[in-house]
């Protein structure tokens, strides 16, 4: 049946005949007998006393059956939620992380925590009573902005965490900065804000939950990119249940972009719920609850400097950022903002010292955690931001400076003064392709017309290099990870020669069912379609650590790359036993195990057939079956990047912001299949503009409302927003991953913005203007055009 | 959604009837808009008199000086409408500029009037053309129908039956539309009659309202140049995360001027 479909091909994706024809199984497609549903009862205020509630009328609402509030959380000596990163500041001192109650106690912290949970016969009956439970709150002022939240006097969120501040963290060497600075014929300065974004997967979060008795264990569905993780954090931690009694299965998951990498407090409070009602439990989010309860995303205020010779040789740079933590430590909170963060500051450029101070603030918000690109689209920014800057002050062309400073290929490895070590690289060629893509060449013919229309156009660039494949353990672990972050695969070669690969990443969009089939069909000649790819429940897949920080090709492919080597070793022994030659003798090559200068061979089929009816076997040196794992752990990060290049075109009359044209070339190591790596930067791409150009989390200082909650209010990028993308690939291999592969899922959201506001500041820059904050929206455009010194004119 | 009683009226008096007996009913049109505040549970109205069986509520008609749309019209029928383009075209580009294609297929005209949102198209389009408002019980004129955010003339149990618009020599809209929810940040709809040209603006304030120094210049001269330099006041304009009242006033005479050139064009 069907061919071998390997590396490079691009096949349509196997899980589009499932999505497409509607037979997708989401977790709330998902009834169990007896189900109940249940509702989540969310403070309304951004800071509160809690002073009582007031359970009696809920509980004699029609349909109740358990009204359950942070109270009985504690009766049942529950766990707070953890958080997964414990960072140290720069005297060695522990982050502050004061408790995070599944269910709040004592306190509320942001418009949208939990107060209690109502279970009922229907969702209609679950909704009505949760609207008569009597929750008596003290009002405290809140403070969302980190500015204010670090002010003396502001509103305190935690009686032991000073100024609100979680972490006063920093990175690299601050005397050699200062000395470089004293030394600089130019300094650059530029203080920005990275806009605060909501993630809005397709698929709002859902549960459900049930306890048998019989057996004492404990099912979770949830919309999680990574199941594992939330049975070791939820079991081990929160609930006490032990890992063998807990099972968790995350199916279909419609997106995820970091949102549903977190372990929740509904997640811990459901499964906890569904053993005192004996009943399972289900609870889908509305899009509503979604903003107020899915984790955000950036939110940075930044001071930066960037010190320079006389030639635009960058010396040093010094990064100050405020990054906003939300009501509480999230998952994987306060490692984005400082590990995923400044390490990228060098980006690809030879700067010899760099320097970061970062501190992580707590604020009356959503917590705030990893969003596609985690860290690295905001040190990026910064970066590419601050050398447009410098190139505008100093009278150098914008190319020209990054040229003069980038790290040339032949300097790869590249070690970096913030830790990290390239490995492989080449930006100059990304940049050169870029230009050429990109038809820098005519931008002036281009401008010239839009000119006469009345427009502004304007060009950006974006010349970047980000850290993915999360992550090698042991350096990990020195940066303050709590877990392991290897990647598992098993590979189960079924008697007649078919495979199933059970992988501990998860697949929510990325293709991951295509990929990962190609790379077994590749290197064991089977045919793509008899080869399945399992994940997303923790009673089937051995182990895993999930899909986030572009880790599922380079580290969870690694692992499957390494349990096919296995599979094909066994084979060579089953075969020279049966060809009767010595096992060194044996090649094997497209899914045949030949004696090398013979035409004596045994098919992958025969194999797998000796295998499992081992009547002519080995068996006393070797066990029956083919089925292999392998952990890989990575041994260093993974550093795709390149160049990108928008051009935009500005109405000055509204302030309308167009994108034209838009030009990616990335180096993402090999590509295993080209169109899923173009549909991974379309979408990352897409999401990056939207930051630039349109998203904006907004709260309201004082009461901690969220006024942009919702679609209304939330612009999120369309079709129609977009032009036709240019994408290209100018790969190097990486040179410690088994296939060379890079990771491909988050540069387009990290290359993306600084190109766009590039491109704005651009358009404009012959009105004086020198910096636009993003979201770049037509308000915010006009309001600059006014207070510009020339009049309102194309030129 | 909290649980209501769905009734089905074949005559509007029975609708009016059932509309006036049970307190707190609601109309349903095509549910746009009323619906997703029932599924937010933001209104429960005990029950729903759904107007859809009211067949001759759905259709445009021409008398020769003025053309009626029936209240339960679809906003893309009027889009679509061979008739309206031909008379009133900047009519049916403001029904065409609504919302998505689902929308403009449930919503109808009846409803968006009813409703009166302030960043709502067609309030500006019966403002603007000075259309009347036909309902079950009178006539009512545009401009003392309006009454600012969601408030109109209709008294409790009366039904919009349909929109009768007379016919401009010329008449354009442009919308300047909300990032976010693509509703109207600045709508203005521009109308040019033998007697006078009318000026309506959605989306700056409270609720549409008319701008009568533009109307005083473009009647003297209909050309974007007229009202280049006139600017509203920015009291009583909105100010929200989406745009500053200085900034929809500017709005306002850049949408203006791209309505009398729509208008023209
Ligand atoms: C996603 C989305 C985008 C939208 N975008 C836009 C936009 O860009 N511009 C815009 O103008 N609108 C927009 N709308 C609103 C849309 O046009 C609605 O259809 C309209 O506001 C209401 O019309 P309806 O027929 O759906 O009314 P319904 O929702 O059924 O009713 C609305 C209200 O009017 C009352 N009502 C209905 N019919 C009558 C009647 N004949 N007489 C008296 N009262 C009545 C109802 O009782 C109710 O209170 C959008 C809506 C959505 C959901």
Redesign the pocket.
């Known amino acids: 049946m069907g061919n071998v479909i390997g590396i490079g091909a691009s096949p349509k994706r196997k899980e589009d005949q499932r999505f497409l024809t509607g037979r997708g199984n989401y977790v709330s497609d998902i009834k169990r007998p007896g189900m109940t549903a249940g509702v989540f009862v969310r403070s309304p205020h951004g800071h509160a006393i809690l002073r009582s509630i007031d359970k009696s009328a809920a509980l004699a609402s029609p349909g109740v059956i358990a009204v359950l509030t942070g109270e009985d959380a504690a009766a049942d000596k529950l766990g707070s939620l953890p958080c997964g990163w414990g960072i140290t500041d720069a005297k060695g001192v522990p982050m502050k992380e004061p408790p995070f109650p599944m269910l709040a106690q004592g306190k509320v912290r942001f418009v949208g925590d939990m107060v209690a949970f109502v279970v009922a016969e229907t969702p209609a009956q679950a909704s009505a009573a949760a609207e008569l439970l009597t929750v008596d709150y003290e009002v405290l002022p809140s403070v969302v902005g980190v500015l204010e939240a670090v002010r003396p006097g502001a509103p305190q969120l935690f009686d032991d965490v000073p100024n609100n501040i979680c972490c006063d963290w920093e990175l690299g060497d601050k005397a050699a900065v200062e000395t470089a600075f004293r030394k600089a014929a130019h300094v650059a300065k530029l203080s920005l804000v990275n806009n605060r974004l909501i993630g809005n997967p397709m698929e709002p979060r859902a549960a459900i939950a049930e306890y048998e008795p019989g057996t004492d264990r404990f099912t979770l569905w949830t919309t999680s990119q990574f199941p594992h993780v939330v049975r070791f954090l939820m079991g081990a931690l929160v609930l006490n249940i032990p890992q063998h009694k807990l099972r968790v299965v995350a199916p279909d998951v419609g997106g995820g972009f970091g949102v549903k990498q977190f372990h929740y407090g509904e997640e811990a409070v459901i499964t906890w719920a569904a053993k005192r009602v004996m009943r399972p439990i289900k609870w889908v989010a509305s899009r509503s609850e979604g903003y107020v309860s899915d984790r955000h995303g950036r939110d940075h205020v930044t001071e930066a400097e960037l010190a320079l010779d006389e030639t635009g040789k960058f010396l040093a740079f010094r990064v100050n950022t405020l990054a906003n933590m939300g009501g509480y430590l999230s998952t994987f909170g306060p490692n984005i903002p400082t590990n995923l963060y400044g390490p990228l500051l060098g980006g690809v450029y030879t700067t010899p010292a760099i320097y970061c101070n970062v501190k992580v603030v707590f604020t009356n918000t959503v917590p705030v955690d990893a969003y596609r690109g985690a860290g690295r689209p905001e040190a990026t920014f910064v970066l590419e931001r601050i050398v447009d800057v410098a190139a505008s002050e100093m009278g150098i062309d914008r190319v020209e400076i990054r040229r003069r400073n980038m790290i040339p290929k032949e300097a790869y490895p590249y070690q970096t003064p913030v830790l990290v070590q390239y490995d492989s690289g080449d930006p100059m060629g990304c940049l050169d392709g870029a230009l050429v893509a990109a038809d820098v060449k005519n931008f002036g013919i281009r401008k010239a017309e839009s000119a006469r229309r009345g427009k502004f156009r304007g060009l950006g660039y974006s010349t970047y290099v980000e850290a993915c494949g999360l992550a090698p353990s042991r350096f990990a672990g020195r940066l303050g990870a709590r877990g392991g972050l290897y990647e598992s695969a098993t590979v189960r070669v079924h008697p007649t020669g078919q495979v199933t690969v059970m992988i501990g990443t998860h697949n929510h969009g990325q293709g991951h069912e295509t990929t990962f089939a190609q790379i077994v069909s590749e290197k064991l000649g089977v045919a793509f379609d008899n080869v399945d790819i399992v994940f997303g429940d923790t009673d089937r897949v051995q182990f895993g650590m999930g899909t986030y920080g572009s880790r599922s090709l380079v580290v969870g492919g690694a692992a499957l790359s390494k349990a096919t080597d296995k599979v094909v070793a066994k084979g060579k022994k089953i075969a020279a036993h049966l060809l009767e030659a010595a096992e060194v003798d044996i090649q094997f090559e497209a899914g045949k195990f030949s004696v090398a200068g013979t035409d004596r061979m045994k098919t992958f089929e025969e194999i797998a057939g000796a295998a499992y009816v081992p009547h002519d076997y080995p068996l006393e040196v070797l066990e029956p079956g083919l089925e292999e794992q392998a952990y890989y752990d990575p041994v260093n990060f993974t550093y795709p990047g390149g160049c990108h290049i928008a051009e935009v075109e500005i109405d000055p009359e509204t302030g309308t912001v167009t994108l034209v044209n838009y030009t990616a070339v990335d180096d993402v190591g090999t590509v295993i299949n080209p169109m899923i790596v173009e549909g991974q930067l379309h979408g990352g791409i897409v999401q990056g503009v939207g930051q630039a150009l349109y998203e904006n989390a907004v709260y309201d200082e004082g009461s901690g409302q969220l006024l942009s909650g919702s679609l209304?209010d939330y612009c999120m990028p369309r079709a129609d927003h977009m032009p036709m993308m240019k994408i290209a690939t100018h790969s190097t291999l990486c040179t410690h991953t088994p296939m060379g592969v890079k990771g491909c899922g988050e540069v387009g959201t990290i290359g993306s913005p600084a190109a766009v506001i590039n491109a704005v500041v651009d358009a404009l820059s012959h009105l004086g203007v020198t910096h636009v904050d993003m979201p770049a929206t037509p308000n915010r455009i006009w309001r600059l055009l006014q207070n510009a010194s020339l009049p309102v004119a194309a030129e | 959604m909290k649980p209501f009683a769905y009734h089905q009226p074949d005559r509007i008096p029975d609708a009016a009837k059932l509309l006036t007996s049970i307190e707190d009913s609601?109309?349903?049109?095509?549910?746009?808009?009323?619906?997703?505040t029932l599924k937010q549970r933001l209104a429960s109205p005990p029950a729903l008199v759904d107007?859809s069986r009211l067949g001759h509520?759905k259709g445009i008609t021409d008398d020769g000086a003025t053309i009626t749309i029936g209240?339960?019209t679809?906003?893309a029928v009027v889009a679509a409408s061979k008739l309206v383009k031909a008379k009133i075209p900047g009519l049916a580009a403001l029904a065409s500029?609504?919302?998505?294609p689902?929308?403009?297929i449930?919503?109808?005209?009846?409803?968006?009037?009813?409703?009166n949102?302030p960043?709502?198209?067609?309030?500006a389009g019966v403002l603007g053309l000075g259309a009347t408002v036909v309902?079950s019980t009178r006539e009512i004129a545009a401009d003392g129908f309006f009454r600012g955010l969601f408030e109109t003339a209709?008294e409790p149990g009366?039904?919009?039956?349909a929109l009768r618009f007379p016919m401009p020599l010329k008449a354009g809209y442009a919308?300047f539309?909300a990032p976010a929810?693509?509703?109207?940040l600045v709508g203005v709809f521009v109308a040019k009659f033998a007697d006078g040209v009318r000026v309506a603006v959605?989306g700056a304030g409270s609720g549409v309202f008319r701008v009568p120094p533009m109307e005083e210049a473009l009647s003297r001269s209909f050309d974007p140049s007229a009202i280049a330099a006139i600017r509203i006041d920015t009291d009583g304009l909105t100010s929200d995360i989406h745009a500053e009242a200085d900034y929809r006033a500017h709005l306002v005479t850049v949408m203006a001027k791209r309505a009398v050139d729509a208008a023209v064009s």
């Open positions: 209304m | 609601k109309l349903l049109a095509g549910g746009m808009t009323l619906i997703p107007l509520l209240a339960m679809p906003h500029m609504i919302g998505d689902a929308v403009r449930r919503g109808t005209i009846g409803g968006s009037v009813a409703n949102d960043a709502a198209d067609y309030p309902t209709l009366e039904i919009i039956t919308k539309k929810s693509r509703y109207a959605t």
